[in-house]
Structures are given as structure tokens and as C-alpha cells.
């Protein structure tokens, strides 16, 4: 079975973003050895999921709408308003409906771990329906003070795994986990 891996960038006090979903602050570590090892890390998936919101905001650095943000991954745009102009990449899918049951389906398929890309909402959800299996968190030294949380409003409490952690010269950790939903405490 396949993994769906939260691949994330993540402030010390836990925020994916600013309230407006703005990045700002994190583009003091937009180069580095760290970056070179992300980039790396791509390379080890061919899908790759997203809400609407995650990939619209590639527009802001030129993404074209229906274009894939990862030529190599096959992608999958939850959203039931994201429409396009043109008909878009065939590597670029809207899913509108059944999205547990379409990540079920996914992870029961063929291929590498899927890459879930930002999105406190998405991954929020997700999380709360247990279907997140890794988090792979890019922590920062930052501290944003409020903004979005790493799972969104979610409250749920789960116990984690601990399976690696590298850290750069430029200060970032890269921090892997394993979810263990059976295990949560209250």
C-alpha cells in the first residue's frame, strides 16, 4: 500500500503560513543545502495531491492555470470551484467528489508514496479521516506568532513515530514521522 506523505515547511510554533496564506518569512530559506535535499526528495514521487488553494497559489509564482506544478508527478486538485479556461495538462485532474474514498483508492494503487502539498484545510481533513501516513516536516527556525496551523482547525490528538531527522547549516530540520491512528490519546 502506498503512503500518503505531508511533506511540509513549518514555522517552530507550528504555523504552514500566515492567516492570509502568505509565505512570507520562509523566503529567508529559499536556498540552501536544505533546499537541494528537498528537491532531491521530489524525485521519489509520481503523484501528488493538493487542495484548490495550494495550487492556485503556485500562480503567484508562475504556475499557468492547468498546468502541473511537478511535470514528473501525475496531480490531483481537490476542489469543487477550481476551473480552468483550457482543457488542462493531462498530468493536472480535478477531483469534485468522493475525496476519502478517491486518497483510499489511490493509496490502494500501483506506484510511490503520494506527495500531499500544503494545505492546512486538505490536510486537516485528511487527517481527521486517518488517511495521512507520514509527516515530513521542514522545521524552520522562525516563529511566526499566528497564522495557519500545520492540520488547520483540527483538534484530533495521535500518538507519532519517530523515524529520522537531518539537520542543515542553514538551521532548518528535516523531521519524518509515522501517524499511529490506533494509538491516539485523549
Do not use: W
Not at 86 to 109: A, S
Not at 149 to 161: E, H, I, P, Q, Y
Request: aromatic share 14%; glycine share 10%; with cysteine.
Amino acid at each position: 500500500m502506498r503512503k500518503l506523505v505531508y511533506h511540509v515547511a513549518m514555522t517552530l510554533d507550528n504555523y504552514i503560513s500566515h492567516e492570509d496564506g502568505s509565505v512570507g518569512g520562509f523566503a529567508n530559506f529559499m536556498e540552501g543545502d536544505h533546499v537541494t535535499d528537498y528537491v532531491e526528495s521530489l524525485k521519489a514521487y509520481d503523484t501528488v495531491v493538493m487542495g484548490k488553494a495550494t495550487y492556485t497559489f503556485g500562480y503567484d509564482y508562475g504556475l499557468q492555470p492547468g498546468q502541473p506544478a511537478y511535470p514528473h508527478m501525475k496531480h490531483y486538485i481537490f476542489s469543487k470551484t477550481l476551473q480552468f479556461e483550457t482543457e488542462p495538462d493531462p498530468q493536472v485532474e480535478i477531483v469534485r467528489e468522493n475525496e476519502l474514498e478517491f486518497i483510499k483508492q489511490l493509496k490502494r494503487g500501483e506506484g510511490t508514496d503520494i506527495y500531499l502539498c500544503g494545505g492546512a484545510t486538505f490536510a486537516g481533513f485528511l487527517f481527521d479521516h486517518d488517511l495521512i501516513d507520514e509527516l515530513k516536516i521542514k522545521l524552520y527556525p522562525l516563529i511566526f506568532g499566528r497564522g495557519l496551523r500545520l492540520f488547520g482547525k483540527s483538534t484530533k490528538a495521535v500518538d507519532l513515530s519517530f523515524v529520522d531527522s537531518k539537520s542543515y547549516q542553514t538551521g532548518a530540520l528535516l523531521l519524518t514521522y509515522r501517524l499511529n491512528y490506533d494509538s491516539a490519546h485523549a
